[in-house]
């Protein structure tokens, strides 16, 4: 049976709209961009197609960290990067840390700065991460203008090292306010469209709609492989847990663990969020499946338990996967994939930090790409 979609000469006369750009996700990147571009061309009809009843990302899936790098993670890029490669993905999420704010307003993020710990178990990592702040330190105060950003400390007998510049967000109230600013913008959000087939010219629904635009843009991160096969940019499912009420919880703050694959904060009503541990199963976590990882969850249970010595009887309340999106480095892909579509994807985890940077260069080479 031909089950094809028909349009209807209603839809087809009243409803049906060509597009100046259609952007394929609506995660962060891709409602930025959207904004930005709009910004940039007032007169320009802009559409965003979801997959998702929500972003099926990590946007609203995260810890909702708002971070640029600990010490040990900025340490470890050094064993694989160049230090100007390293240090200019430090700047890029600084600097978008500081436009989300500027973007968005504190309020809307309810961004809190209380600063961060990174946690050491191995006396020598500590130390050899130590002997390398006087260098982070120097950059981030190029960037910030403060002083000793990283500095050795104590944390409940742990050895640690603290950042006075890592803060936390809300990113269930930051993407509701992102989604109603896009709209107040006049730019058209369609939820649960998911694309089956990109093209410069068109896009084609699971539904059978076709839609007919300009430029495309795939902002799909973790799921770019779906419409791009062969694309460099890697699916990283990411679990995380938020447990019960706690009586008397001594981890209150934001806290990194092992280059920062452990992430942990405490969240309203004395509960804690845990995160992470990829790292052990790390080729099992390439996937945009949204299952539990039976052996990942264990792990960070064990972690939970032995080594932040939670008290006895804490239960998981709410857990959770998102998907993430890793390019060959850290640094995200910003191109024109050359068949007349563009994506901007590969944010490696760091969404919050490096989202609106990314968005605001993807916007302005919508913009100016005369070969578009």
Request: aromatic content about 10%; some cysteine; overall charge negative.
């Amino acid at each position: 049976m031909n089950d094809k979609y028909q349009p209807s000469w209603w839809e087809i006369t009243h409803l049906q709209a060509s597009y100046d750009l259609t952007i394929i996700g609506a995660g962060l990147t891709g409602l930025f961009t959207a904004l930005f571009y709009k910004r940039l061309n007032p007169n320009h009809n802009v559409l965003v197609l979801e997959r998702g009843y929500y972003p099926d990302g990590a946007s609203t899936r995260n810890a909702g960290f708002a971070c640029f790098g600990s010490a040990g993670e900025l340490l470890d890029d050094l064993q694989h990067e160049t230090m100007p490669e390293v240090y200019a993905r430090l700047e890029a999420r600084f600097r978008g840390l500081q436009r989300l704010r500027q973007e968005m307003g504190d309020e809307n993020l309810v961004f809190e700065q209380p600063g961060g710990y990174e946690l050491f178990t191995d006396r020598a990592n500590f130390e050899k991460v130590s002997e390398n702040l006087a260098l982070f330190n120097r950059w981030l105060e190029k960037l910030s203008g403060s002083d000793n950003v990283y500095s050795p400390a104590t944390f409940q007998g742990f050895d640690a090292i603290y950042c006075s510049l890592e803060g936390r967000i809300d990113s269930g109230q930051f993407m509701k306010a992102l989604i109603t600013k896009v709209m107040d913008a006049g730019i058209l959000i369609k939820w649960n469209s998911k694309v089956i087939e990109a093209e410069q010219s068109q896009v084609v629904l699971e539904s059978g709609v076709i839609i007919s635009t300009h430029k495309t843009l795939l902002a799909t991160n973790g799921f770019t492989t779906d419409l791009v096969p062969g694309s460099d940019i890697r699916p990283a499912r990411g679990y995380v847990f938020v447990t019960k009420p706690i009586n008397n919880l001594i981890w209150k703050g934001i806290f990194h663990y092992d280059c920062g694959y452990y992430y942990f904060r405490d969240m309203p009503g004395n509960r804690i969020l845990i995160g992470g541990a990829r790292n052990i199963d790390k080729h099992t976590e390439e996937t945009t499946s949204r299952n539990i990882n039976a052996k990942i969850k264990a792990h960070l249970i064990a972690f939970a338990t032995d080594t932040l010595q939670l008290p006895d009887g804490w239960k998981i309340d709410v857990e959770w996967t998102g998907t993430m999106g890793f390019a060959k480095t850290k640094t995200p892909v910003c191109k024109n994939q050359g068949s007349g579509l563009y994506v901007a994807a590969g944010l490696s985890g760091m969404g919050v930090a490096i989202g609106t940077d990314l968005a605001d260069r993807m916007a302005r080479m919508l913009t100016e790409d005369s070969g578009s």
